[in-house]
């Protein structure tokens, strides 16, 4: 059975596996069920209908050779999709909705497809019909010969030993008037018990908003551009949502471990590449995120994009404690339309700066979201599942929580009592409230469009790994800035008047916004386990 796709642009899914590999996407219309086998359970490594077939036909027995894993297909071997054969004839296939690219009668097909399982996979179902014989190989070696499949659809049927790299090939033979073969290649993942989980991504995710005493040892450091009156540094805290996640998930026994590598102000170059953002403050330089997961995790939540998109100097241009450099951030003319417009580009088709080992897949030194996604989820154990997150609306919608000035709709979002003149108040306009919530709104479009591409992508590698969108707004409704119960930090100053920078935790969920982001995390959990995402400020645990 081939599952259909849907829900994504079209347009960017196919830039995105262009971009990302030349595997194909399965395609909508299988020709026949595969036994009584839940379909839950079966994943398609090479699907009816695929694209990616290196093909050649060839006089009947010529070719020799070509099933090995050795052979280079000459210049004339052709690349095409599936199904091979004639539109014509008794064959209920022989059609121009299944038939993809033509192959002549009295001749031989040969047809080769590399594909790849997870580690733990041991063998693979191969289905399919054949009119009329046809000798299916993988990795060199024989596994069926079919004498007249007279396109059946079960003509072909056979499990097969695989490894995770292998090569699919078939010699279909016709001796009469019309022609048709296609096949495809399904299996079980193995079971997957409980395993590691894994937290990545910037201050969304590091735990960042939280109060200091709960910011973990090594990840606080005096920020010596204030003289150490302010800290600085990944803010991992142990009230962070991801901890209500591992909870969660633990009590469900889904999940045994939890690594918390996280870190504010983090950008998608600091999963993939050594990250020495706070070394200056005395820490020790920060390994490739990704290093954290392994073989053996089989959950991973990512929070990034918001620092690639430059979301915190918009914001920054949008509050300020002087009010005319504050208001219309949104116009064309203000640094932070400016930056949101060319952030939008990056995350929706440009891609991140991310110079990265060859070993990742990417465009040079850019990866697209999807490519961030499909690394990450690579890396994990078969059958795992990666929780991609969304940035919430930090604004609230209603006019009634902002000041009347004149003509003009206001909030105070913050103050600093070591300002010039003792206090200056840091207020957003109603309108740029609005169209920074829109910005929001249109970052959780781009991640949720690229991750239906890695998606995509992964179902054609065969790969059981499945990545979920867990958008978070909804869990803040009337919960935003500017709004009676606020849980987002405004804009922080620490208490000593000589330090005039702006504290991390500024522009950032506090507790009960970690917990509304534990929520929204736990929600999209295939298993839909009972949420811990309570915060115990006594024992600093979630329950």
């Not at 079919?146 to 059946?152: F, I, P, R, T, W």
């Not at 300020?320 to 450099?325: D, E, P, Q, R, V």
């Amino acid at each position: 059975m081939v599952r259909t796709h849907g829900g994504w642009d079209r347009r960017l899914v196919r830039k995105v596996l262009l971009s990302l590999s030349s595997a194909a996407v399965v395609a909508a219309g299988a020709i026949a069920a595969i036994g009584n086998a839940d379909a839950a359970e079966i994943v398609t490594a090479v699907g009816y209908g695929s694209d990616g077939w290196s093909y050649q036909q060839v006089t009947h027995g010529g070719g020799a050779g070509f099933e090995q894993s050795g052979y280079a297909p000459a210049a004339f071997w052709a690349t095409g999709r599936a199904a091979f054969g004639t539109t014509g004839g008794t064959c209920s296939w022989n059609n121009g909705d299944r038939v993809h690219t033509g192959w002549g009668a009295d001749s031989d097909m040969l047809l080769r497809r590399s594909f790849r399982v997870p580690a733990g996979v041991r063998s693979v179902r191969i289905t399919g019909a054949v009119d009329n014989n046809a000798d299916v190989y993988v990795n060199g070696a024989l596994v069926q010969h079919v004498e007249n499949g007279n396109c059946a659809a079960d003509g072909i049927a056979v499990d097969a030993p695989v490894g995770s790299d292998n090569l699919l090939a078939v010699r279909a033979a016709d001796t009469g008037a019309e022609t048709f073969v296609d096949l495809q290649v399904t299996y079980t993942p193995s079971p997957v018990g409980p395993g590691r989980y894994v937290a990545l991504g910037d201050s969304f995710a590091s735990g960042e908003g939280a109060s200091e005493q709960y910011f973990t040892a090594g990840t606080s450091l005096p920020d010596p551009s204030t003289g150490g009156r302010t800290t600085t540094g990944c803010h991992r805290s142990v009230s962070s949502w991801g901890q209500g996640v591992f909870a969660t998930a633990k009590a469900a026994g889904l999940v045994d471990r939890m690594d918390l590598v996280a870190c504010s102000g983090a950008k998608a170059i600091d999963l993939f590449n050594g990250n020495t953002t706070y070394v200056g403050s005395g820490a020790s330089p920060e390994a490739p995120q990704i290093q954290a997961v392994t073989p053996q995790t089989t959950l991973v939540s990512l929070s990034i994009g918001g620092n690639d998109a430059g979301f915190s100097d918009i914001l920054k241009d949008c509050t300020s404690g002087i009010k005319a450099g504050a208001y219309d951030c949104r116009k064309k003319n203000r640094k932070a339309a400016a930056l949101a417009e060319a952030g939008l580009k990056r995350l929706r088709s440009e891609g991140l700066d991310v110079p990265r080992p060859s070993t990742y897949i990417g465009n040079g030194n850019k990866m697209l979201l999807s490519q961030v996604y499909a690394n990450v989820a690579l890396a994990m154990a078969p059958g795992g599942t990666l929780v991609v997150t969304g940035y919430p609306r930090m604004f609230a919608e209603s006019r009634w929580g902002y000041d009347r000035s004149g003509l003009t709709f206001s909030c105070k979002v913050g103050t600093n009592s070591g300002g010039a003149g003792g206090v200056l108040n840091y207020r957003v306009k109603y309108e740029d409230a609005q169209w920074l919530n829109g910005l929001a709104d249109d970052i959780n479009r781009a991640i949720g469009s690229h991750v239906d591409a890695a998606n995509t992508y992964l179902r054609g590698r065969g790969l059981a790994v499945k990545v979920v969108f867990a958008p978070s707004s909804g869990q803040f409704t009337n919960h935003r800035l500017c709004s009676g119960s606020k849980w987002f930090n405004g804009v922080q100053f620490p208490g000593d008047p000589r330090a005039m920078k702006q504290l991390q935790t500024s522009m950032h969920p506090n507790l009960a916004g970690q917990q509304a982001y534990c929520r929204a995390a736990v929600a999209a959990l295939p298993s839909r386990p009972a949420a811990r995402c309570t915060f115990d400020t006594k024992t600093r645990q979630y329950r």
